[in-house]
Every structure is written in structure tokens, then in C-alpha cells.
């Protein structure tokens, strides 16, 4: 019998299929059995968010104030697709970025979407736009793993920082492709439903350093719906009707990534 001895070094193109295959695996059989998405209503507390004045109501609005209500009409659109919706608040209730991303990992989101208003020192600049979170930052993926060795199992069971690094871009990888995807299913059903009805423009999708993206770990986007500091373009915002076509418009494009992720598990 030849002395063949066994390498305790693992590849690293078989390690991270191993771990590309585990993921995917573990995200589809979510998908199979329950969908949890999150939505997070920017700001709260004495974090108010941008603010403006509306003559018509003679009276200041808040960021933190709108983006709640969007939330709850997207809950009431998703959860009439039988998807289960979890608000990070429901009230006016300040909470620290890995507060909200815990969220995430306490329910075993699928999802996990951020509600915001934009705001610029232009007040003729308008439109809606879609953030992923940007793959290209050595501070993201030191904060991934920071957060993620102290809740993730996965860290837990692997101690070398070189297989933990490893993991870290594997994470990365994933949920931005992932995100990406989401953003294009959302951004078109957006962009031919309530945005062309009311006239708002669809500014697009891109990649950005937000930190509650990082943490979440997970496929997720931060939705800046609108810019506040626009004056006829914060007058659509507050509108019902609006409002509730925006969420219709969101779910459906939640309900075709769902659908479209158990179709073809390879695009994670």
C-alpha cells in the first residue's frame, strides 16, 4: 500500500464552490418553503432625514415620516402575495444600522430593502434610483466579516482567517449578484408602471457604500423613492395613489425575482 499522505490545504477554487453550492443551496430552499423580506423605513427617532415645506399643507414634512408610510403600503402589496413582510420599525423609533440588519438575521430574511428620500441642493434634480451594495471597497468586506464571525455559523466552524477571508468574498459575491437582479426585476416594473404615469424619472441602478447593506449580508437594496428636495416632484410623493402604485410596482418585481431565482438557482 503506497504512503500517500493527505493535504490539509483545501484549494481554493474547491473551496469556494463548496461554499458557492451551500449558499445557493440554502437560499433556495428558503424560497421553497417561506419568502421574508424586510423593509427598513430610513431614519427615525431624532434621526429625522431630509425635511421640506409644503404650502399646501402649510406645514413641515419629514423623511422618516413618508418613508413609513411607503413601507406599510409595500407590506399590505407583499403580503398580498403571500410573502411575509417584517418592518424594522413601526413607529417613529431611532435604531442603529446593525440594529436593522439584525433584523435580517434573526428572521432569515430573503430580502432586506431600505426606504429612503433623496435630497439635493438642486431643487430641479429629481427622479428615483436603486443602490446595491458596491463589491469594489476593502472597508465593506472588513465590516462584513467583522459582523459576520460574531452571528454566523458558517465563521464559527471555519477559524482560519484565510478560509474566513474566503467566505467573506464568497458572501460578497452573491448577495451583490444577487441584488443586481433584484434592482433590474424592480427598476422595470417601476420604470413602466408609476413612474411613466406620474412622470417621475427613473435615474437608474448602481453600486454604493452603504453600510446597512454590508451588514445584512444578504441580497438587499437601499430605494431612494424620490427627491424631497424637489417641489413638484415631492407634491407626487405624498399622493396616495402614487404611493400605492409604487408598492404595487415593487411587489410585482419582488414576486418575479422569486420567481426567477427558484427557476434558475445558477444566477446566484
Known amino acids: ?73 409595500l407590506k399590505k402589496a407583499l403580503e398580498e402575495k ?16 446593525q ?17 429612503h428620500l433623496n435630497s439635493s441642493e438642486d431643487p430641479k434634480i429629481g427622479g428615483l434610483e436603486l443602490f446595491y451594495l458596491t463589491p469594489n471597497s476593502k472597508e465593506v468586506r472588513e465590516k462584513i466579516q467583522k459582523e459576520a464571525i460574531s452571528g454566523n455559523s458558517l465563521y464559527k466552524k ?12 464568497i458572501i460578497l ?11 433590474s426585476k424592480i427598476g422595470s416594473t417601476l420604470e413602466v408602471g408609476p413612474l411613466k404615469e406620474f412622470g417621475v424619472t427613473f435615474r437608474g441602478i448602481g453600486p454604493e457604500l452603504f453600510y446597512v447593506l454590508a451588514f445584512t449580508q444578504r441580497p438587499s437594496l437601499l430605494i431612494e423613492i424620490g427627491f424631497f428636495s424637489n417641489p413638484e416632484e415631492r407634491e407626487k410623493l405624498l399622493l396616495p395613489e402614487f404611493q400605492e402604485q409604487w408598492a404595487k410596482a415593487v411587489a410585482q418585481g419582488i414576486e418575479l425575482f422569486f420567481e426567477e431565482k427558484v427557476q434558475d438557482i445558477s444566477l446566484l
Open 99 to 115: 440594529q436593522r440588519a439584525a433584523l435580517s438575521h434573526y428572521w432569515k430574511a430573503d430580502l432586506f430593502l431600505s426606504l
Open 158 to 169: 471555519t477559524p482560519n482567517p484565510s478560509l474566513n477571508s474566503l467566505l467573506t468574498e
Open 1 to 73: 500500500m503506497s504512503d500517500r499522505r493527505l493535504s490539509t490545504r483545501t484549494p481554493r477554487k474547491r473551496v469556494s464552490r463548496y461554499f458557492g453550492l451551500l449558499f445557493a443551496f440554502i437560499f433556495s430552499s428558503s424560497l421553497s418553503f417561506a419568502r421574508v423580506v424586510i423593509l427598513d423605513p430610513g431614519h427615525g427617532g431624532e434621526d429625522s432625514g431630509a425635511s421640506a415645506f409644503f404650502p399646501s399643507l402649510n406645514k413641515k414634512l419629514l423623511e422618516k415620516d413618508i418613508v413609513l408610510v411607503y413601507a406599510e403600503f
Open 82 to 97: 403571500n410573502i411575509k413582510v417584517i418592518l424594522t420599525r413601526q413607529e417613529d423609533l431611532f435604531l442603529s444600522l
Open 173 to 183: 459575491e452573491h448577495s451583490v449578484l444577487s441584488s443586481k437582479f433584484l434592482a
